[in-house]
Nanobody, 115 residues
């Protein structure tokens, strides 16, 4: 199982970023995919999750209306569109696949929101 995140970077407050997570080594279209984040000195927290067919999404309260999770099962990729970013969104963002035989994480991508 391999999860590779990309798309992080430095963005000004109010800006947007789109993260991608390319998955391999398992049947991507069968599993829920999630994004988590971890800010310095804080615990890792759930950002958003999406069902295997993309029909249902879940968001943490602080992300509702600003972030959108989506997936392309033909490309084995899950996305996180982040709008109206604030400095409080600064964190390492991780992709997660919770499979029948374990939970897998990517290496993370750094998102820094600063002027």
């Amino acid at each position: 199982v391999q999860l590779v995140e990309s798309g992080g970077g430095l963005v000004q407050p109010g800006g947007s970023l789109r993260l991608s997570c390319a998955a391999s080594g398992f049947t991507f279209s069968r599993y829920v995919m999630s994004w988590y984040r971890q800010a310095p000195g804080k615990e890792r927290e759930l950002v958003a999750a999406i069902t295997s067919d993309g029909g249902t999404t879940t968001y943490a309260d602080s992300m509702k209306g600003r972030f959108t999770i989506s997936r392309d099962n033909a490309k084995n990729t899950v996305y996180l569109q982040m709008n109206s970013l604030t400095p409080e969104d600064t964190a390492v963002y991780y992709c997660n696949a919770y499979l029948n035989y374990g939970s897998y994480w990517g290496q993370g991508t750094q998102v820094t929101v600063s002027s």
